[in-house]
């Protein structure tokens, strides 16, 4: 089995998850370049490393993003994955990535799953919250599969 893991933003938590499925699969980490270089000396060596240049379209969404998205597609089309297990943390640029990894089954983690967090941070008219929701309900409708990391994630008590 071939597992792609792509984060935009959980470093820790994927790298430990990519280290471990490295002990009984063959892996890739896709990692933007935004700080990535703090956690490379983490990564486990049997683990193939992509970094991608997120920085300078960190926040967009829209054609300017396409460079970014062809580099992820393209990587993870030369590696050929079993699945392809993404962290959902919202950045925009999953909206049009997810269907372009269609191709290939998905596995999503969602470490908040009800918007807003914290509370009182959404404004339903605002085009961040707009484009958030967009990005939640993608990364929703698109997986195979989903995880969560407790039966109340995310919920206010």
């Known amino acids: 089995m071939r597992v792609a893991c792509l984060t935009f933003w959980f470093y820790d938590y994927t790298i430990q998850m990519a280290n471990e499925l490295a002990r009984h699969t063959e892996v ?6 935004y700080r990535s270089e703090e956690y ?20 967009r ?3 300017s993003c396409y460079p970014v998205l062809k580099d992820i597609v393209a990587a ?4 050929a994955p079993d699945v392809v297990h993404f962290q959902v943390n919202n ?13 290939h089954p ?13 509370p009182g941070e959404d404004r339903l008219l605002d085009a961040g919250s707009l484009l958030y929701r967009l990005t939640l309900f993608v990364s929703r409708v698109m ?15």
């Open 28 to 33: 890739l980490l896709l990692l933007p370049d």
């Open 40 to 59: 490379v000396e983490s990564i486990d060596p049997t683990v193939k490393v992509h970094i991608f240049g997120y920085s300078r379209y960190a926040g």
């Open 61 to 63: 969404f829209g054609p």
């Open 76 to 79: 993870i089309d030369d590696f």
């Open 91 to 103: 950045p925009p640029m999953l909206c049009p990535l997810l269907p372009m990894l269609r191709k």
């Open 106 to 118: 998905l596995v999503a983690t969602f470490h908040d799953i009800e918007p807003p967090h914290p």
């Open 143 to 157: 997986p195979d599969r989903i995880f969560v990391h407790g039966r109340h994630s995310g919920r206010p008590w």
